[in-house]
């Protein structure tokens, strides 16, 4: 099915089963302990070695000499695997990290050595025995001492352009009345998601099939193929239920790879587990930021000129961290800037986490907003909606498809009472605590692609959806349900949805907020494509026939759904794929974040009181399960502003915290009553089901809202995330 024109009025707009809320298909399992993870199977690969990955003790350099005599000789021991013995290993196409040192270490707990063996234990014990001598040589680990070299980005297949110019920025800046000119810096960030990073891999001939934890198969098959210079043909990924990857396990990681690679050299089905240790140095992590926003305003308000300058690092090759996208779409301003600059680091590879580009840019652009609503003296709310534009900033002949920020932004101001916040900031006190309010606009691309699924439907009328989508505990098992039994007129409980195996029809998988969009608009297609065939077997005319309540009608006419597979299975397999209706119409999901703190006038401490997100994310497939993707990206949020931080020791060159231990996240202390609402609105511009994604917009504008409001809680502005309470001692409104 092609989909080239906006969408008309179709079988999902009855909303009888999408767009309620219901519990997640798998909700049970896992509250039981009954749903299998990667690491988990026991009955999939009998008699399963176990892999131990031992890191690189260095960040920069080579590898002397590699002794692996002792280990080898260990109880146990079925291998250990080097760059020696490995084979060559390729690159794959998304992340530039190499999985194996060989025998150039390119970042700190780089792979150098895998031992294999009969227990865990053994092949933990014998890597200990592993002698590795090293030549190091200088490395780049400071992101601000790379500002002055550092060029603009080159261009990239996702992020959109490094470099854009609109009207005259500089002379617009200069002749501004009202000026913003600061600095704000993000720091490395953790995924530290809770499931890590496993693989079981077990080879017949030249075929492998993996268990593992990856949210995109296509990716995976694609990148594991040209590590490893096989077909990806030749590889089956299986990911039943992911704990968590926030962009963590979008394609190919080094337990993938490496448990595929033992399994091939010991012959026999091998696991790998990422020690919690080693993930924050081995694996990708949201990159450090330095980005410069200028504003310039007329004494009205009235945005003139705005321009947004980014600097982040990675390894070479790498990708940059594309903050400068939601300052090109939120507000108007004719004269416009913004340029990425990519620094080369010798860290581990910095690559997407949870709204890449988005999160971070507006960690800075949301407090340089609230800066110069205060210097023009406006209402930060008002300040927003007096800039807002209903054409892209960048093509004024280019339309938003749908954009409600502006009731986004009135809906939640009404519901969390901001007229009760004082604009003078440390006015408001309880006891020991000063209280403030504070808000941010969010904004987050809404992408879509290609997406396809399969159906069949049984005599019993039971209808089985396959397809390779992954669930991280989103819900897609559930979503996908919904949008078939809506359109093939079942009640929920009579879909069966397979999700998680690369053998089934591809999708774009979960990652970059676009798997809920696509794969629900792939699932559409097929059930048009079913329907069609049931009509045609039950002599029913396709365009007249109604699927309802189990049963298909027309007119006087009726029939059983299950009665079209009396004689056997009906199946059907279709792809969804997409014209230029993004080219035509900007598509994007809008929000509004709102926040209460308390700063502890005495100690700097700072809490949450209360939170509320409005979103406007196209048709909610699902509330209850949309409310939990933006609770967790507030929670998510929350973290980034006030406590999360991979700290670089400059002069060896790690993540020194790289455990939950040292990297601070979240716990339920820190977590206040959260409030979601979401917007009633559809997109006829994104798909036939006209709904987006929602799982990043919970997270953009949370952090600088709770910037914004411990600003107007003390009057201290913090511009270096995240907002700890040294950055406050000396520095508050103290008295008695």
């Known amino acids: 099915m092609k989909f080239d024109t906006p969408a008309g009025p179709n079988p999902i707009d009855r909303m009888t089963v999408v767009g309620q809320p219901h519990n997640r298909f798998e909700a049970e399992l896992k509250t039981t302990g009954t749903a299998t993870y990667a690491y988990e199977y026991y009955n999939v690969a009998p008699n399963a070695a176990y892999g131990y990955i031992l890191g690189a003790a260095i960040a920069k350099g080579r590898i002397s000499s590699i002794d692996t005599r002792r280990a080898e000789a260990a109880p146990g021991v079925l291998a250990v695997i080097t760059h020696r013995n490995a084979g060559p290993l390729g690159v794959g196409k998304f992340y530039v990290q190499r999985m194996l ?71 617009a800046f200069a002749a501004a009345e009202v000026k913003v000119d600061e ?69 190919v990681q080094s337990d993938l790879v490496l448990a595929a690679v033992a399994a091939r050299m010991v012959r026999r089905p091998v696991k790998i587990a990422l020690q919690r240790p080693i993930m924050f140095n081995n694996t990708i992590h949201r990159p450090k930021t330095i980005q410069r926003i200028r504003l310039g305003a007329s004494r009205d308000g009235k945005l003139t000129a705005v321009g947004h300058e980014s600097w982040s690092g990675n390894l070479a090759g790498g990708r940059t961290e594309p903050t400068t996208l939601s300052t090109r779409s939120l507000y108007a301003g004719a004269n416009r800037m913004t340029a990425v600059r990519l620094a080369t680091l010798d860290l581990a590879e910095g690559n997407a986490m949870r709204a890449p580009g988005e999160a971070p840019g507006l960690m800075a652009l949301e407090i340089a907003m609230d800066e110069m609503a205060e210097k023009l003296g406006m209402d930060p709310v008002e300040f927003r909606i007096l800039n807002d534009t209903q054409v892209d900033p960048e093509n004024a002949d280019r339309p938003f498809s749908s954009r409600p920020f502006v009731e986004c932004l009135r809906t939640g101001a009404e519901r969390f009472g901001w007229s009760m916040r004082k604009s003078q900031t440390g006015q408001v006190r309880d006891g020991d605590w000063l209280i403030g309010m504070g ?135 279709d792809v969804m794929e997409f014209g230029d209706l993004a080219k035509r119409f900007a598509i994007q999901t809008f929000g509004a974040h709102f926040s209460e703190v308390g700063v502890d006038v005495y100690t700097g401490e ?42 670089v020791d400059k002069r060896s060159g790690f993540f020194v915290n790289h455990d939950l231990a040292g990297y601070e996240v979240p716990v339920h202390a820190d977590i206040p009553h959260l409030e979601a609402a979401l917007l009633d609105e559809v997109d006829p511009a994104i798909s036939p089901v006209k709904a987006k994604g929602v799982g990043e917009l919970g997270l953009t504008g949370v952090a600088p809202a709770v910037a914004n409001a411990v600003y107007n809680a003390t009057g201290v502005r913090v511009r270096q995330y995240p907002i700890t309470l040294e950055k406050l001692l000396g520095r508050l409104p103290y008295r008695e």
């Open 183 to 251: 600095t704000y810096t993000v720091p490395d960030q953790a995924h530290a998601m809770m499931e890590p990073h496993a693989t079981i891999a077990t080879w017949d001939g030249d075929r492998v099939t993996c268990w593992t934890s990856i949210q995109q198969m296509n990716w995976g098959t694609r990148d594991l193929g040209l590590i490893l210079g096989i077909p990806r043909e030749n590889i089956r990924l299986i990911s039943t239920f992911i704990g968590g990857g926030f962009g963590g396990k979008g394609t």
């Open 606 to 647: 700072i809490r949450v009181r209360r939170m509320l997100a409005v979103c406007a994310a196209g048709r909610i497939l699902n509330p209850k399960t949309a409310r939990s993707q933006v609770i967790g990206g507030m929670t998510m949020g929350i973290g980034a502003a006030l406590m999360e931080e991979m700290v």
């Open 439 to 573: 808000m941010a606009g969010a904004i987050r691309g809404a992408p879509i692609s290609k997406a396809a699924a399969r159906v069949r439907l049984d005599r019993q009328g039971m209808l089985t959806v396959e397809t390779d989508m992954t669930d991280l505990g989103t819900g897609s098992y559930t979503i996908v349900q919904q949008t078939a039994a809506e359109m093939m007129g079942l009640p929920v409980e009579r879909v069966v949805a397979k999700l998680g195996d690369s053998s089934f029809p591809e999708t774009p998988g979960s990652g970059g907020q676009q798997g809920a969009p696509s794969v629900t608009a792939g699932v559409y297609a097929v059930c048009s494509k079913l329907r069609a065939m049931v009509a045609q077997r039950l002599g029913f005319n396709t365009a007249e026939a109604e699927f309802i309540g189990g049963e298909v009608r027309s007119g006087n006419r009726r029939a059983l759904l299950a009665s079209a597979a009396a004689d056997g299975d009906l199946v059907a397999e």
């Open 101 to 171: 040192a060989a025998p150039d270490v390119d970042h700190y707990h780089q792979p150098v050595a895998v031992v294999v063996a009969e227990t865990f234990e053994q092949a933990r014990a014998a890597s200990s025995l592993i002698r590795i001598d090293y030549a190091r040589s200088p490395g780049r680990f400071d992101l601000a001492e790379q500002l002055d070299s550092a060029p603009v980005a080159p261009q990239m297949e996702f992020g959109g352009p490094t470099e854009t110019q609109v009207g005259d920025f500089d002379q």
